[in-house]
T-cell receptor, first 115, second 116 residues
Framework: ETGVTQTPRHLVMGMTNKKSLKCEQHLGHNAMYWYKQSAKKPLELMFVYSLEERVENNSVPSRFSPECPNSSHLFLHLHTLQPEDSALYLC??????????????FGSGTRLTVV | AQSVTQLGSHVSVSEGALVLLRCNYS??????LFWYVQYPNQGLQLLLK??????LVKGINGFEAEFKKSETSFHLTKPSAHMSDAAEYFCAVSEGLNQAGTALIFGKGTTLSVSS
């Protein structure tokens, strides 16, 4: 399988639940990203991993916890979320060398609803 | 920090008409610029990009964009719209990160509607 795969595609969770989103890329890329897409708002960068090390955390609440065990996998662990966290969560990857940029490949996203 | 402004959250055109989606950016250094398209219930797909060299760049599905440094613009055009072009379009600029690598900063998006 090629490209960036996100699972699950849809997730409904209560505010006291713990769940995880998974992202997997088969492109040989060395950087991976989590974005949040809410209605009527720009895509919000949440986390950036380069060579499996977190290089950016855009002031994301601690109820979101990322994990990058290797260059092909990225997780977003969720706990005690709020209804305003309902959104489409997009994972992306890139072959990112400082000073040179090729753009991202995105997954199809996980539609999260917090009830 | 970089930023991107997309003028017009919604653009409507007739099939066969010119498509023009506007994007302006702010950047203190020469930028890398991108246009992405998003169809319903899907992720974002790269349409085209400007990094260096020719300022008129061609992408997939007949789209093209011109980088104009003096106007800090990177507008997306297509000579003749097709029904299948109906989607949401995002302009993005790359930004260097504190530690290493880069990240994309996106505009709010423009929804393109195409009528027959």
């Amino acid at each position: 399988e090629t490209g960036v795969t996100q699972t699950p595609r849809h997730l409904v969770m209560g505010m006291t639940n713990k769940k995880s989103l998974k992202c997997e890329q088969h492109l040989g890329h060395n950087a991976m990203y989590w974005y949040k897409q809410s209605a009527k708002k720009p895509l919000e960068l949440m986390f950036v991993y380069s060579l499996e090390e977190r290089v950016e955390n855009n002031s994301v609440p601690s109820r979101f916890s990322p994990e990058c065990p290797n260059s092909s996998h990225l997780f977003l662990h969720l706990h005690t979320l709020q209804p305003e966290d309902s959104a489409l969560y997009l994972c992306a990857s890139s072959q990112d060398t400082l000073g040179e940029y090729h753009g991202y490949t995105f997954g199809s996203g996980t539609r999260l609803t917090v009830v | 920090a970089q930023s991107v402004t997309q003028l017009g959250s919604h653009v409507s055109v007739s099939e066969g008409a010119l498509v023009l989606l506007r994007c302006n950016y702010s950047s203190s250094v020469p930028p890398y610029l991108f246009w992405y398209v998003q169809y319903p219930n899907q992720g974002l797909q790269l349409l085209l990009k400007y990094t260096t060299g020719a300022t008129l760049v061609k992408g997939i599905n007949g789209f093209e964009a011109e980088f104009k440094k003096s106007e800090t613009s990177f507008h997306l055009t297509k000579p003749s719209a097709h029904m299948s072009d109906a989607a949401e379009y995002f302009c993005a600029v790359s930004e260097g990160l504190n530690q290493a690598g880069t990240a994309l900063i996106f505009g709010k998006g423009t929804t393109l509607s195409v009528s027959s």
